[in-house]
């Protein structure tokens, strides 16, 4: 069984920075790209950033130049740090990762669990 799960959010002021991780494990032949996205109340789900296999990435309008997102390909694992933090950053932030499990031919999505950013002003 494969699970994604987070760590690393809490709350900060604004203008501080924090550091998520995101951790793939369980039975997994590959994983191909792997992101974050963001869910503030009453708003839809918005990309964050995403990385591919090979380190390619892609930021959200709101958050380029602020956030940087990167991965270790070696232990299924990818992060995202945040600086200059503002409180419209307040979110539940989500992982993914497009993966291939053991045993299966297709892959898909799989998400976490969620951790909470909360930005003071």
């Known amino acids: 069984q494969v699970q994604l799960v987070e760590s690393g959010g809490g709350l900060v002021q604004a203008g501080g920075s924090l550091r998520l991780s995101c951790a793939a494990s369980g039975n997994i032949f590959r994983i191909d790209a792997m992101g974050w996205h963001r869910q503030a109340p009453g708003k839809q789900r918005e990309l964050v950033a995403s990385?591919?296999?090979?380190?390619?990435?892609k930021y959200g309008d709101s958050v380029k130049g602020r956030f940087t997102i990167s991965r270790i390909n070696a232990k299924n694992t990818v992060y995202l740090q945040l600086n200059s933090l503002k409180p419209e950053d307040t979110a539940v932030y989500y992982c993914?990762?497009?993966?291939?499990?053991?045993?299966?031919?297709?892959?898909?999505?799989?998400w976490g669990q969620g951790t909470q950013v909360t930005v003071s002003s």
């Open positions: 993914n990762a497009e993966l291939l499990p053991i045993g299966e031919w297709r892959g898909r999505d799989y």
């Open positions: 990385i591919t296999y090979d380190g390619n990435t």
